[in-house]
């Protein structure tokens, strides 16, 4: 089951059950740009044709990151640009096919072998159109602008900007429902990353998973993130144990633990 919801004119959320995820459509005067692709080719195809129900027009694709939930439906959009940070390229080319078997086989060690078959089964599309710093994107009548904020989340997270809707797609910078995810992230930068965000005045924040958000909610998820980068100093400096820095972590052990072994 999915669902659009309408946060501004022409800006979409697509919210999913599976993994709480949220995908975006931008629509322009000429073209639209979907962010984020869903898990596997068939999550890509329901959201390609739920696409095509609210626009005719041509589209592009920018992926946040490389995770599989985000990254692995892209080829169901055929033969289309593909914008995304240089080291998502780079994380895709390199460790896609592996992101691929792990998922595969973590959804049929569950029970869920329709999922699994479907992320093995995956097409891994690479993007071809990498960004940097910045990138500026003319739908037509209508400016989106690309940001990276530096090493967070993952070390190649994209925010999608939209300026004329006072809205940005943060991808999994921003987590709402669950705590943030620290498997591959970079504790240290993750604040910053979020004061980037916040720099951009966008009152509509829409987290990569769990409902649309505004500037107060990101606020405090920054502060905690804050809190957990103070903690892990501590702890490498020897200052604190890992298990004092659990007791004083505003997120449950085994997040703090996965923080605590990032850089």
Do not use: N
């Amino acid at each position: 089951m999915s669902r659009w919801i309408e946060v501004a004119d022409g800006v979409l959320v697509r919210r999913y059950e599976e993994l709480d995820l949220s995908v975006g459509l931008v629509v322009g005067g000429e073209s639209c740009l979907v962010v984020d692709t869903g898990g596997d080719a068939g999550q890509g195809g329901e959201l390609a044709a739920a696409v095509r129900e609210v626009t005719p027009l041509p589209w592009r694709v920018v992926l946040t990151h490389s995770h599989f939930d985000h990254s692995f439906g892209t080829e169901a959009f055929g033969p289309c640009e593909v914008w995304a940070h240089a080291r998502c390229h780079a994380d895709l080319a390199a460790h896609g096919a592996e992101q691929r078997e792990k998922w595969a086989r973590s959804y049929r060690e569950r029970g869920d072998h329709e999922v699994g078959d479907r992320i093995a089964a995956v097409r891994l599309v690479l993007p071809d159109h990498l960004v940097q710093d910045r990138a500026d994107l003319d739908l037509g009548g209508r400016r989106v602008v690309l940001r990276h904020f530096g090493p967070a989340h993952s070390d190649h997270d994209l925010v999608v900007h939209v300026p004329d809707a006072g809205a940005v797609y943060a991808g999994d910078l921003v987590e709402h429902g669950a705590p943030p995810q620290f498997g591959d992230a970079h504790p240290q930068g993750w604040p910053a990353a979020l004061d980037g965000i916040l720099a951009l005045d966008a009152p509509i924040v829409l987290p990569g998973h769990g409902e649309p958000v505004d500037r107060d909610y990101v606020r405090a998820q920054r502060a905690e993130l804050a809190t957990v980068a103070r903690l892990c100093r501590e702890v490498a400096a020897g200052a604190l144990s890992p298990d004092q820095a659990v007791a004083r972590s505003p997120y449950p052990e085994e997040f703090t633990r996965a923080a605590l072994g990032r850089p």
